[in-house]
T-cell receptor, first 120, second 113 residues
Framework: DAGVIQSPRHEVTEMGQEVTLRCKPI?????LFWYRQTMMRGLELLIY????????DSGMPEDRFSAKMPNASFSTLKIQPSEPRDSAVYFC??????????????????FGAGSRLTVL | RKEVEQDPGPFNVPEGATVAFNCTYS??????FFWYRQDCRKEPKLLMS???SGNEDGRFTAQLNRASQYISLLIRDSKLSDSATYLC??????????????FGTGTRLTVIP
């Protein structure tokens, strides 16, 4: 398996531009997560999907952020308009069985290589 | 108070040394525990799960102390290749549909030749 695939690996853009990050989860995994990582705040969960349906988007910073999962093999995270404070590494992760909503959940998250975003 | 707290380090240790990291968690109902490893400019990867009875994987030993709500990771005979950031991850049941997985900010380890 190729693992979780993210694109682009690096993106440099100017403030106000639209940014779209893409993710292909591991085939058969039914949970998909978007995280953001910065030095100051560490890994923050933005949103997660179960069977393509958004379950919890409480971590999405504001309306400028949106995420979709049109099918089981593809998800996007969009920032419009982008701001310098959005600069971070954005990770996508997938899981076969999630700890979400489960007392016994002991899932293992597999992360993609991340998309490093710099907004000037 | 954060759900999961770690000493950010950095820990700088010589090759061959033994080093230990601790991580505390806030919710006593936490169910399962993990250590992830993250190399510089790479993604986090699962290092090991942490079981109630403690568990060992080669030079790595993980311990859980539910009474004091902390987990630990011990690395013996440190290698240069152990240099990385170690993330503590805790699964807390907060109700159906709620996010249960919480990451610490990581402890950075540098093993020096």
């Amino acid at each position: 398996d190729a693992g979780v695939i993210q694109s682009p690996r690096h993106e440099v853009t100017e403030m106000g531009q639209e940014v779209t990050l893409r993710c292909k989860p591991i085939s058969g995994h039914d949970y998909l997560f978007w995280y953001r990582q910065t030095m100051m705040r560490g890994l923050e969960l933005l949103i997660y999907f179960n069977n393509n349906v958004p379950i919890d988007d409480s971590g999405m910073p504001e309306d400028r952020f949106s995420a979709k999962m049109p099918n089981a093999s593809f998800s996007t995270l969009k920032i419009q308009p982008s701001e310098p404070r959005d600069s971070a590494v954005y990770f996508c992760a997938s899981s076969l069985r999630s700890s979400i909503g489960s007392r016994s959940g002991a899932n293992v998250l597999t992360f993609g290589a991340g998309s490093r975003l710099t907004v000037l | 108070r954060k759900e999961v707290e770690q000493d950010p380090g950095p820990f700088n240790v010589p090759e061959g040394a033994t080093v230990a990291f601790n991580c505390t968690y806030s919710n006593s109902a936490s169910q399962s525990f993990f250590w992830y490893r993250q190399d510089c400019r790479k993604e986090p990867k699962l290092l090991m799960s942490v079981y109630s009875s403690g568990n060992e994987d080669g030079r790595f030993t993980a311990q859980l102390n539910r009474a004091s709500q902390y987990i630990s990771l011990l690395i013996r005979d440190s290698k240069l290749s152990d240099s990385a950031t170690y993330l503590c991850v805790v699964n807390m049941f907060l109700g159906a549909g709620a996010n249960n997985l919480f990451f610490g900010t990581g402890t950075r380890l540098t093993v020096i030749p």
